[in-house]
C-alpha cells in the first residue's frame, strides 16, 4: 500500500523550504501571496513530465485514488501541454534536468 503525503509526512519539508526563503510559517507565506495578489485557494493547478508515456504510473494512480482522487479520465502530460508561463513552478527534485518555464516563483 502508497502511503498519502499528507500533512503530517509533508510538514517538516515544507518548513524547510519555507526556512530557506526566510519565511517564518504558512501564515507569512499566505500574506506573501495575499500581498502578491495569488489567491492560494483559487489554483489552477497542472502536472507534466518531461518523457513520454503512454499511461499515468500505476504508484501515482494508486496513490491518487487512495487519497479519494479518481485517475481514470487522466493521462500523462509534457511540459507542452500545460501552459507556456505560470505563477508558481514546482519541481520535484528527481534528478532530471528541467528546462526552463517563466515563472514567478521557482521552488
Known amino acids: 500500500m502508497a ?6 509526512r509533508r510538514i517538516n519539508q515544507v518548513n524547510s523550504v519555507l526556512n530557506k526563503y526566510n519565511i517564518g510559517s504558512i501564515e507569512d ?3 506573501i ?3 502578491k495578489g495569488i489567491d492560494v485557494y483559487n489554483l489552477e493547478a497542472y502536472s507534466a513530465g518531461t518523457e ?5 504510473k500505476p504508484l501515482a494512480v ?14 500523462p502530460k509534457l511540459l ?3 501552459p507556456a508561463e505560470v505563477d508558481i513552478l514546482i519541481t ?4 532530471v534536468e528541467c528546462p526552463y518555464v517563466p515563472c514567478k516563483f521557482l521552488f
Open 52 to 56: 513520454n508515456y503512454s499511461e499515468v
Open 33 to 35: 501571496c495575499d500581498d
Open 3 to 8: 502511503l498519502f503525503e499528507g500533512y503530517e
Open 92 to 95: 520535484m527534485g528527481c534528478n
Open 80 to 82: 507542452s501541454d500545460i
Open 29 to 31: 507565506a499566505k500574506k
Open 62 to 75: 494508486q496513490v491518487m485514488e487512495e487519497a479519494g482522487v479518481d485517475m481514470s479520465g487522466h493521462h
